[in-house]
């Protein structure tokens, strides 16, 4: 062998890792979901879950508005041709998940979206991250076990397209895991371990791909996103379509004739961005237009300016107005307005409480004064009447992680039918038998067409999350029994 050779191996030997992280064939760890954006993408949206959650606005909120979080909890949080291959895995609590990211790229990705015809550059990933690295294959019989149990026979079509790549599980989805529109390229999903906890990838296979070997490096298109990513913790970029400008610039018009300047400006308004940054006892809230050129956004901030200050003279004469609109500040940077404000806690409830909404918790009761409190009596099944069916709870199966634990139920079937699916609470409590909270989910088995065979007695293992450490004592409430023959029993109300 000549010395050229023997440089010539010594440098691919060096370069291989190189070269097998590019092609996705060596992969330890999965990129940040940050990192699913590039320079082509036309939607982006990042929150920032753990970092928010650590500030002292959102621990208030938590703790003061209840009914706040539970109304946010109903709304979709994830376009539907993003959250469908998630749907899968509906016991990975939000409480869990540390960020999210959703990528669309396309130079006509809204057309594509409303009108489902989509052009060969339309390609849309999302990437999650959870709080902590779980263990791996338990994750992924979750996913199919839950996959399952959406679309019976969907686990065996997951399972035959699985591939390991490094550390990365691969499935290639079927046509069926989309309810929505028939996109006109293949889907994937990848699971595997972040640098910060576990990752869960999904979208159009050659994009995620990308992703998934590191190829994508998180950089949003020139203009306002960059700036608009550091500034906040949940952010939204996208370039205005032209119709909705026009739709936008004639309304502002429309609607005051004081805003017929601000109309104007609206049309050579051409990026949107919105972001939300947690601080300690205020939401700061940001709303960036990129516009064509600075004359633009300075016309468009001189014309809103004027028409803000009104509106705060309006306010100080107002008590009922949120102070948030005291707060309104507009400015022009480059090609960039920005009009930001922050939100208090006080605003909040303002807000909510015009709305109708009630921020005294349901299960809450007035004290009477001088009377000992009482502590809530543990939940339990309230049936009136003889059930077809109960479930009882034997072992927490060994195992040191908290957030999914197997149990030993027992089924006991009364019913000349099998019991195909149960919806069931757990409740856990320490050794002294306070209670340390609870989970509900609804269980069918992976393998087997029924729970239990009718006239029958079985033993079974039920994945749970959220278990805490110092669990001693587990009960279960049983909210419902799902009959092979489609029939359904819950207990009566007491």
């Keep these: 062998m000549n010395p050229h050779q023997s440089r010539s191996i010594l440098i691919a030997l060096a370069l291989l890792p190189v070269l097998a992280a590019r092609s996705g064939l060596a992969q330890e760890t999965l990129p940040e979901p940050a990192m699913v954006f590039t320079p082509k993408t036309a939607l982006a949206v990042y929150f920032d879950l753990e970092r928010s959650a650590q500030s002292g606005i959102w621990k208030t909120l938590e703790t003061r508005l209840g ?24 016991d990975l609590q939000t409480g869990e998940v540390a960020e999210l990211a959703i990528a669309i790229e396309g130079q006509n990705a809204f057309k594509n979206m409303e009108t489902e015809q989509y052009d060969p550059d339309f390609s849309v990933v999302a990437a999650v991250r959870f709080k902590e690295t779980i263990d791996q294959e338990k994750l992924v019989s979750q996913l199919l076990e839950e996959a399952d149990n959406q679309n019976p026979g969907f686990r065996s079509k ?103 300047g601000v109309s104007q400006g609206l049309e050579k308004v051409r990026e949107l961005g919105l972001g939300l940054s947690f601080g300690n006892s205020a939401i700061g809230v940001e709303l960036t237009l990129g516009c064509v050129d600075g004359a633009a956004a300075s016309e468009l901030q001189q014309g809103l300016q004027q028409f803000i200050g009104m509106m705060q003279m309006m306010a100080a004469q107002d008590p009922s107005t949120p102070q948030l609109v005291s ?106 038998g306070r209670s340390l909270g609870q989970w509900t989910r609804r269980h069918q088995d992976p393998v087997s067409s029924y729970l239990a065979p009718a006239e029958s007695t079985r033993e079974i293992r039920c994945p749970t999350f959220h278990v805490p450490s110092t669990t001693h004592r587990v009960t279960m409430t049983l909210h419902e029994v799902v009959f092979a023959d489609g029939r359904k029993w819950t207990p009566t109300p007491q």
């Design 327 to 432: 707060r309104l500040k507009t400015s022009a940077t480059g090609a960039a307005f920005r009009l930001t404000t922050e939100v208090t806690l006080q605003d909040v409830e303002l807000f909510l409480k015009s709305s109708g909404i009630n921020l005294t918790p349901k299960s809450a009761t007035r004290a009477t004064p001088g009377a000992p409190s009482t502590p809530p009596a543990a939940p339990t099944a309230p049936a009136a009447t003889p059930a077809p069916a109960t479930v009882t709870f034997l072992e927490l199966l060994p195992g040191n992680e908290q957030q999914l634990r197997y149990t030993k139920l027992r089924i006991d079937n009364r019913s000349t039918e099998p019991v195909k699916e149960i919806r069931v609470t757990f409740n856990y409590y320490d050794r002294a």
């Design 67 to 90: 009914p706040l979080w539970e109304l946010l909890g109903a709304l979709p949080q994830v376009p539907p041709e993003v959250s469908a291959p998630l749907a899968g895995m509906p």
């Design 158 to 260: 997951l399972e035959e397209s699985r591939k390991r790549v490094g550390a990365v599980d691969w499935f290639e989805l079927p046509p069926e895991a989309l309810d929505g529109p028939t996109l006109p390229f293949p889907l994937s999903l990848a699971v595997g371990p972040g640098k910060s906890g576990s990752i869960v990838g999904v979208g159009k296979s050659e994009s995620l791909r990308g992703f998934v070997a590191g190829q994508t490096d998180g950089r949003l298109p020139a203009g306002i996103a960059p700036a608009l990513a550091q500034r906040a913790q949940m952010w939204l970029f996208f370039p205005i379509p032209s119709q909705m400008i026009k739709e936008m610039s004639a309304g502002a018009g429309a609607e005051n004739p004081m805003m017929a």
